[in-house]
């Protein structure tokens, strides 16, 4: 298939435009930055998605769009609400406009397992409108879409905004973790590259119109993750709790479980195979301390 990939410099978005080309796709990145990992016979186009002509050009002929790009912090997006409604509700009705003109065949959209919850995020509400026109869409025009919710994302490649990376950098910079909570909270990490082979398999037809859950496979507390950080490095490490009182967080994360709602009904995305958790915290911190390493060398 021909693939247009919007915000596939990123995180997320990077590690998805190399599966989609070994599974022997078309891929063509859009995105505000060149891609520091291009791979022979992908097509780069740096633009903003808020450029209308830009996006119907790199829409065209193209079978199908995944949309990576707009906002993606969740505590940013708590203090810059016109940011994150431009950027994540009206660039989603951009691709969307755009989609529906050069009749793609689908449309694939990063969501959150945010949108279950009754958090107070403007992040949250910018996902669940955009999960709203996207329905809209296919009814009215007819635009097939896969809306893929994903969980707690970690391995190679993030940043500061990524929970186990913060965690990752904080301990081979600081010798301690800091965390605001009491640990208790749960979460289902998934390695990025389970992520992104499982939106190469979103593209069969049997998941047309529908919503996929993209989780880990198996639920974890935070305070077990962390103490599985400290051993791996030789217990060398102090954690630290305080209470869930800064302001910037309350209420923008869920405690034990995204639910309090149901948007539409989702199924869970389970792959044959995937990465270790326990291994992938080792590639993920070997990717951190070689990123920390290479100003000192320079």
């Known amino acids: 298939m021909k693939i247009t990939l919007f915000g596939g410099s990123g995180f997320v978005g990077g590690h998805v435009a190399e599966a989609l080309s070994e599974a022997g796709h078309r ?4 995105d505000l930055k060149p891609s520091p990992r ?17 996006v119907a050009r790199a829409v065209a002929g193209q079978d199908a769009v995944f949309n990576f790009a707009g906002f993606a912090d969740i505590e940013a997006a708590q203090s810059h609400p016109l940011e994150t409604i431009r950027l994540n509700v009206l660039g989603n009705g951009i691709l969307l406009e755009a989609c529906r003109r050069a009749r793609a ?8 397992m945010y949108v ?42 993030a940043d500061e905004r990524n ?31 389970d992520a992104a082979e499982s939106c190469v398999d979103a593209l069969a037809k049997k998941h047309e119109n529908a919503c996929l859950i993209l989780t880990g496979h198996q639920s974890m507390k935070i305070r077990d ?7 791996i490095l030789g217990d060398k490490i102090r954690l630290i709790y305080k ?47 070689r990123r920390l390493d290479r100003p000192a060398k320079r």
Not at 105 to 112: D, I, N, V
Not at 253 to 268: G, I, S, V, W
Not at 269 to 287: C, E, F, K, M
């Open 27 to 30: 891929v063509r990145v859009f």
């Open 105 to 112: 065949k689908r449309y694939l959209f990063a969501s959150t």
């Open 38 to 54: 291009l791979l022979p016979g992908q097509e780069m186009i740096v633009g903003d998605i808020l450029d209308e002509k830009a």
């Open 116 to 157: 279950y919850g009754g958090m107070a995020s403007f992040y949250r509400a910018s996902k669940l409108s955009c999960e709203a026109y996207i329905e809209a869409y296919q009814r009215i025009f007819g635009l097939p879409y896969t809306i893929l919710r994903f969980g707690s994302l970690y391995g190679p490649r």
């Open 163 to 193: 929970g186990i990376y913060g965690f990752l950098h904080q301990a081979l910079t600081k010798k301690s973790i800091t965390y605001w909570g009491d640990g208790e909270e749960i979460r289902e990490y998934i390695h990025v590259r």
């Open 243 to 289: 209470s869930r009182s800064r302001p910037d967080l309350r209420e923008l994360h869920y405690r034990m479980t995204p639910y309090a709602y149901l948007p539409q009904e989702a199924r869970k995305l389970v792959r044959s195979h995937y990465v270790d958790l326990g291994q992938g915290l080792l590639g993920a911190l070997d990717d951190v301390r």
């Open 225 to 231: 993750l962390l103490a599985m950080i400290r051993e």
